[in-house]
């Protein structure tokens, strides 16, 4: 996948735990739910692991300090590509 196929991934998996957090927060005990949460919760680490391995930390407080200070080399995680 390409830089912007993945944040999309990205985007989604963690809408998508968002969303589904909130729904447990009043159906504690839905298997689906669960399920459905701990499915997208993999995938989101997955998808992020694989950004931050090709393109970079998507969060400064990610960057690896011991380097020098290389997370304002660009692009930005949430700039398009021209």
């Not at 996948?1 to 991934?9: A, I, V």
């Not at 809408?15 to 669960?34: G, I, K, M, R």
């Amino acid at each position: 996948m390409n830089r912007q196929q993945l944040m999309l991934r990205i985007q989604q998996t963690g809408f998508a735990l968002v969303d589904t957090n909130l729904f447990l927060d009043s159906h504690p005990e839905c298997q689906v739910a669960l399920e459905f949460f701990a499915e997208n919760q993999q995938l989101y680490k997955q998808y992020v692991a694989e950004y931050e391995r090709n393109f970079g930390p998507l969060k400064a407080c990610d960057a690896d300090a011991s380097r020098g200070w290389q997370w304002i080399q660009g692009p930005w995680p949430w700039e398009l590509e021209a």
